[in-house]
């Protein structure tokens, strides 16, 4: 019998697919038990069920939590909370893990921060102490921070402002973002794979795009992508792959524009809900601007020397290699950060790009933390004072 219950929290596609290596690392390990809950936009017809995927790779879903209403306001979201903490709680009661794991920042995990906290059982965040200064992400991820017993984050500069926090150093772990453990451990399609697998040719340019709506503008998010569309327009010759965004608060209009848009422009626009993890970075590596504000330009585009167009304020406060452009989002802002990212001498300062966020091996990194660490006495946190205690 396994000595340590781990279960892993899984609310989108994206965060799965980050997920990956480290629920393999723990299936494997005949000393620890993968426990798996499966919650959010998994169980969404509008986004795929990609709880199907999580199957299909072999791995079993103790738990299915729905919580998704149909309604993508501040009200809806507000009441998905609610219910999926209702759902966490049960979860947990009934599986009664040692350590629960949470990625990121998005409001189910907050609502598995909570209710673990009250179930008093000790719970390790991974990618803490990132900033995202136009989401309401930012409050919940240093939120769940607070409510959190192991940090596992992506720099070195992340780890300083988790301890900043007040997080114990000891409890503080700088592996790397886990994200590039994909780019490693994944064996990638060749073009002629990529292009038969989604049934859509590449072409001399290729632009990859993902555009989530920034939860704390008072922007219309139909504006910004209407200009991000005029922008695209402008090169004609490009092949565009545009996945859509979660289910964040707007999302439901940017989903019906992409559409829309991708029909109008069927014989150079392909468009899909998800495209898993293996498609999703070989559409990375074979095109040559990666647009949008997904993280995944921040993150992982940098390691595979592909410049990002990143729009608006999203993603403000992270580290950000030199292939990164940041614009506004208005059409004209888009449209000449993209001709940059396309020219030639830009395209030269490519070949020394490099990541910011390690070299991968973090999933390995975590779970032999997670199944080593002293968890008697963890819950008692105390607070390190930043002006006291070294950061070091």
């Known amino acids: 019998m396994a000595d340590r219950k781990i279960c892993i929290v899984t609310g989108t596609r994206a965060e799965y697919g980050l997920l990956y290596w480290l629920m393999r690392e723990i299936n494997e390990d005949t000393e620890l038990e993968l426990q798996l809950i499966a919650t959010g936009t998994h169980f969404s017809s509008e986004f795929g069920m990609t709880y199907e995927q999580i199957e299909q790779d072999g791995f079993v879903i103790n738990e299915k939590i729905e919580m998704l209403l149909s309604s993508d306001s501040p009200v809806g979201i507000t009441k998905s909370l609610g219910l999926a903490t209702i759902g966490f709680a049960d979860a947990f009661e009934r599986l009664k893990p040692d350590v629960i794991v949470l990625l990121g920042d998005r409001y189910e995990i907050l609502a598995a921060a909570q209710a673990a906290l009250i179930a008093r059982i000790p719970v390790a965040h991974i990618s803490g102490g990132e900033t995202t200064e136009g989401v309401i992400d930012e409050a ?25 926090l007040g997080e114990q150093p000891e409890r503080v772990f700088n592996f790397g973002d886990i994200g590039l453990d994909n780019i490693n451990r994944l064996k990638l399609l060749s073009k002629e794979e990529f292009e038969k697998s989604i049934g859509f040719s590449l072409g001399k340019i290729n632009f990859l795009v993902t555009y989530h709506p920034e939860s704390l503008s008072h922007r219309n998010p139909l504006l910004t992508v209407q ?28 989903l019906e524009m992409i559409d829309e848009y991708a029909l109008v422009h069927s014989d150079r626009v392909f468009a899909c809900t998800s495209l898993g993890q293996v498609r999703y970075l070989s559409a990375m590596k074979y095109c040559n601007v990666v647009i949008g504000n997904s993280s995944s330009g921040i993150i992982e585009a940098p390691a595979f020397q592909v410049p990002t167009v990143n729009i608006g304020n999203r993603q403000n406060g992270r ?12 059409a004209d802002s888009i449209k000449l950060s993209i001709e940059k990212a396309l020219s030639g001498d830009f395209q030269k300062e490519m070949t020394s790009v490099m990541s910011l966020y390690g070299i991968g091996n973090t999933s390995e990194e975590i779970k032999n933390v997670l199944k080593s660490a002293q968890l008697e006495s963890i819950l008692i946190k105390k607070f390190n004072d930043f002006g006291i205690n070294s950061v070091n």
């Open 227 to 254: 200009a991000l569309f005029e922008a695209l327009d402008a090169f004609p010759a490009a092949k565009v792959i545009i996945t859509k965004p979660n289910a964040d608060t707007g999302s439901r209009v940017i």
């Open 140 to 164: 919940i991820r240093h939120s769940v921070t607070k409510m959190s017993h192991f940090h596992f984050v992506g720099a070195e500069e992340y780890r300083r402002r988790v301890i900043q």
């Open 319 to 330: 580290l950000k290699a030199d292939s990164i452009i940041d614009c506004d989002d208005s």
